[in-house]
């Protein structure tokens, strides 16, 4: 019952069309009963002793009118359901597609992709149903009932009776299927979730599938869940197709019974053959029509199923992206005092955190006081973590795979919430600032970079909400090192990468998402294992251009290149979560540690690559 509350609420501003829709079919459908009662007579006046051709001309006048009446009706009720049903859907979709968008980061980590594609579409089709076909069926149901039944009650209210016995039988046995049927189309969605999921994620993965010569394992995991959904089809296809012999066997047995009654009447005199004629026109407009009832029932409860499994979507918790947001935008822009000078107090009065007014641009401080954090109820990831960034001093961080470095820079766009200690961004707690102010004040450029699927130009251009020139493109694309490899493609910026067009190499994609974060001129800015996937040179010449371009900014870089790490101010050196050291590179090289390790290891690599190729060249000249 709630589900129907909810589905109907939804209706929303197409209250009136829809009203309309409803109306003008209980008008078609008056008509089509209408219509059916001339027919008695027109029956009653052909089978009179002598045929009154006048009354008869009028009364298929009537009945063409009716029938005229009936169908324009139809037509008006059908255009303006499908208009309504078409809007209330386009709403929900835009609502789930924003939702979706809004959910946290958490919540995307734990679910599948195709699981959400498909409550977005098949979920969303089903949905659709219910208002385009299965609304509009039962109301069509009931009217008929209704009208049909007034009409066999105007010529025998004792036909009336016995013809409606079937409209109880059925409507308990269509709900004894609707909950059987309920049951076994939630199972069979979930299993269709799977399967696509599962196909989503080996396209995904396709080239490692082949690469480790996966493709028989993936095949038996597909077909354990393409199996499941087998059975979970079978089992729905089962109570549906149930449904149909047991109703028909009810409406056919219902009819002649009517029929029977009807003949019995009229051979005892009581009513005329044109009554019997006209009954078994009404019979049809009644019985048979309730059999769709069972139908319909069957198939809300496939829109139940898909409306609840939206909702569950809709339900989920969202990132509030706005927070604390200072509305008045014209004190961001005037306020032109020190920022220091505007938080001073700030961090000890935490009362007053959602009332600042936001600054035009961060100046860059940054503290960790003490913070852990998990993702979830997982263990800890990072414990005690604790340094200082000062305004435009440039961050190294380092240490193992899976040692928390890009946990650290999660958490200044508050990508994840932190549990314990401090997280201050010039001297205010980074909880206080609306997410959506960090995420345009931070860049990121992430340890997987992601390109769209659109031109190299947009690409570069996505996220900067203004108006940008070419030549700002290519700037920052020559600042990441990329402007040459896009001037050899065929259409040069024009180029669409990704599903339809070119495949770029990982460094070319990491550069391109640096010319993207370039061009968002952030004020703190992060590159997570962003040089990784690109030669030494390369990395030497998007260093320098990086170093040019950001001067002022505090940078956190996550690298493993010495030469990268050396030029950093404080270089942070972790191990699983923990800070194990910590200064600058002539600080930290004079220590035992992980990172004096790192240090020797490359220098000795180094020195032996250049007499490996010394001894080449000498050996060749
Ligand atoms: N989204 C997540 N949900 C749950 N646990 C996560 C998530 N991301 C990372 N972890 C876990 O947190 C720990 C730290 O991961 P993190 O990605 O910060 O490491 P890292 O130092 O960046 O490693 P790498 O050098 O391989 O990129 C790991 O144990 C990892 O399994
Ligand atoms: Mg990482």
Redesign the pocket.
């Known amino acids: 019952m709630k589900t129907l509350h909810s589905l109907i609420f939804l209706i929303g501003k197409q209250k009136t069309i829809f009203i309309f829709a409803i109306l003008t079919l209980l008008l078609g459908v008056t008509f089509e009963a209408s219509g059916r009662l001339v027919i008695r007579d027109i029956v009653d006046t052909v089978l009179a002793d002598k045929i009154n051709l006048t009354n008869m001309k009028n009364l298929i006048l009537l009945f063409t009118f009716c029938t005229l009446m009936q169908g324009t009706f139809h037509f008006i009720s059908a255009r303006w359901k499908t208009s309504a049903t078409e809007s209330i859907v386009r709403s929900i979709r835009n609502k789930l597609f924003n939702h979706i968008q809004q959910l946290s980061?958490?919540y995307h980590?734990h679910t599948p992709v195709g699981e959400l594609v498909q409550r977005a579409t098949s979920d969303v089709d089903s949905v659709r149903r219910f208002y385009g076909d299965q609304i509009p069926g039962i109301l069509q149901i009931i009217f008929r009932c209704l009208i049909f039944f007034a009409a066999i009650a105007l010529i025998d209210i004792r036909i009336a009776l016995v013809t409606s016995i079937i409209i109880p039988v059925l409507t308990i046995i269509s709900t004894f299927f609707f909950h059987r049927i309920y049951q076994a189309y939630d199972l069979l969605q979930t299993c269709e979730g799977e399967v696509s999921s599962s196909v989503q994620e080996n396209l995904n993965g396709i080239r490692v599938v082949r690469a480790f010569a996966q493709q028989n394992y993936e095949n038996r995991m597909f077909e354990t869940k393409n199996r499941a959904q087998l059975n979970a089809g079978l089992k729905e296809v089962f109570w549906h197709s149930s449904y149909w012999p047991v109703a028909h066997i009810l409406c056919g047995t219902q009819l002649c019974v009517s029929i029977l009654y009807t003949g019995y009447t009229v051979i005892n005199g009581e009513n005329t053959v044109g009554t019997l004629v006209a009954a078994s026109f009404l019979f049809n407009g009644l019985i048979w029509p309730l059999q769709d009832l069972g139908r319909l029932i069957t198939e809300i409860s496939h829109s139940f199923v898909s409306f609840n499994r939206i909702e569950e979507i809709m339900t989920e918790e969202t990132e509030d992206t706005e927070n604390n947001i200072s509305r008045d935008s014209t004190l961001i822009q005037n306020d032109d005092k020190p920022l220091s000078d505007r938080y001073k107090n700030h961090s000890q009065s935490a009362d007053n955190s959602n009332n600042f007014k936001l600054p035009l641009r961060l100046e860059g401080h940054i503290e960790f006081e003490n913070l852990c954090f998990s993702?979830?109820d997982?263990a800890p990831?990072l414990k005690n973590i604790s340094f200082e960034c000062k305004p435009g001093q440039k961050i190294a961080l380092v240490?193992?795979?899976?040692?928390?470095?890009?946990?650290?820079v999660?958490l200044l766009p508050r990508f994840y919430p932190y549990q314990s200690g401090k997280l201050l961004i010039d001297r205010i707690p980074v909880t206080d600032y609306p997410r959506n102010y960090l995420r345009k004040n931070i860049g990121i450029v992430e340890?997987n970079p992601f390109l769209f699927t659109t031109t190299i130009r947009e690409n570069i251009e996505y996220g900067t909400d203004r108006d940008i020139d070419f030549e700002e493109v290519v700037k920052a694309a020559k600042a990441a090192a990329i402007h040459n490899d896009i001037m050899r493609f065929p259409l040069k910026y024009d180029t669409v990468v990704g599903e339809k067009g070119i495949s770029l190499s990982g460094g070319q994609k990491q550069r391109i998402v640096i010319a993207r974060t370039i061009l968002k001129d952030p004020h703190i800015l992060i590159l997570?294992?962003s040089t990784s996937a690109v030669d030494a040179d390369t990395e030497q010449c998007i260093r320098k251009a990086i170093n040019n371009l950001l001067k002022g900014r505090s940078t956190f870089i996550?690298a493993h290149r010495i030469q990268t790490l050396k030029e950093a101010d404080i270089i942070i050196v972790?191990k699983e979560?923990e800070i194990k050291q910590q200064g600058s590179h002539d600080e930290l090289i004079k220590v035992p540690g992980f990172y004096k390790d790192i240090f020797e290891i490359q220098t000795r690599i180094e020195k032996e690559l250049i007499l490996e190729i010394e001894s080449n060249r000498k050996g060749k000249l």
């Open positions: 980061f958490h980590d993702y979830g997982t990831v240490g193992e795979t899976g040692s928390g470095k890009t946990s650290i999660n340890q997570d294992d996550i972790l979560g």
